[in-house]
């Protein structure tokens, strides 16, 4: 993302462990610069060992000025995570027997590193040794952006009415990987979002297969409005995303190409064109995980 409204960023939840390819603290310093707002990051980490440290580290002044703010916070952006390694910040921050035990008393999911069942109630296991925002703050909040990873292997295939690219006129749509733990409304709507964008792929490594370089991508028409859509389309595209103002681009275009056969020359009338936002490059190592996926379902139900 490279345009924000001047906003103040406040982190949410302490640094992730070591082996997430991004820290907390490094993206709220990226968003707090993009903003031109002032940043509070935590340094901590999102869990430790015992309930004292975690009462003295939220007790330390720079800590405590970040964690005071929850209460004045307008929008908040959090990470949902099943409890599964690939897709749970706490799971990777504890040890293996202890992850395994708390499955066993029924933790299912997390959001900002609180624990919840199947039912979404939550679970206090953890909850004094966690330096992040409480439930109760986050309900306070009055508006929240929740942000999950991938759709826990769920696969649409959006053929619904047969598909162009690849030439599959007859196929239906379908969706995989179904279990009973994925087969919840937010995996089904990430899936659906990823299988129409992983269509949309296809159709653009066909272009760079003939040489085409993709240096950005233009989302529009009634889809580019769907935050979900846009928020995960440069992880599957693997390029930025520009998403102009609302418009007919379709007829624009057209009047474009007949302003440039009227005036002749060898390019076409620069027109310029109001951008609503811009998001870069998402999570290259998820993309292709999502791509690999919806490619072996497609391939292993149609010849193409």
């Not at 087969?183 to 979002?193: C, F, K, S, Y």
């Not at 999570?283 to 791509?291: H, L």
């Amino acid at each position: 993302m490279t345009e924000l409204p001047k906003v103040t960023v406040v982190q949410l939840t302490g640094a992730h462990p070591g082996g997430v390819e991004e820290n907390a603290v490094e993206i709220v310093r990226r968003m707090a610069s993009i903003a031109r707002g002032p940043a509070y990051p935590i340094y901590a980490p999102l869990v430790v060992n015992d309930v004292a440290t975690a009462r003295s580290l939220r007790n330390q002044p720079q800590i405590a000025d970040a964690m005071k703010r929850y209460r004045d916070l307008t929008k908040a952006i959090v990470p949902i995570g099943s409890w599964e390694p690939t897709a749970s910040l706490v799971l990777a921050s504890l040890p293996k027997s202890e992850g395994a035990a708390l499955r066993k008393r029924g933790v299912r999911a997390e959001v900002c590193a609180r624990l919840m069942d199947d039912d979404g109630n939550p679970l206090e296991d953890l909850a004094d040794r966690v330096i992040a925002i409480t439930l109760e703050e986050l309900r306070r909040v009055p508006e929240v952006v929740a942000v999950a990873t991938g759709a826990e292997g769920l696969v649409l295939l959006p053929y619904l009415d047969g598909e162009r690219t690849p030439n599959l006129p007859h196929a239906a749509g379908s969706l995989h990987g179904l279990r009973r733990h994925t087969m919840t409304p937010e995996n089904l709507a990430r899936a659906a979002v990823e299988g129409m964008l992983c269509g949309l792929a296809d159709g653009l490594d066909a272009l760079r297969r003939i040489g085409v370089t993709a240096r950005r991508i233009l989302l529009v028409g009634g889809g580019a409005r769907s935050a979900a859509i846009r928020a995960v389309a440069p992880t599957v595209f693997g390029a930025p995303v520009h998403v102009p103002a609302p418009g007919e681009y379709v007829a624009l275009g057209a009047a474009r190409q007949a302003a440039w056969v009227l005036a002749g020359g060898t390019t076409p009338p620069q027109w310029r064109a109001e951008t609503w936002s811009v998001i870069d490059n998402g999570d290259e190592e998820v993309g292709a995980a999502v791509r690999a996926r919806y490619a072996a379902i497609r391939n292993a139900l149609h010849r193409t």
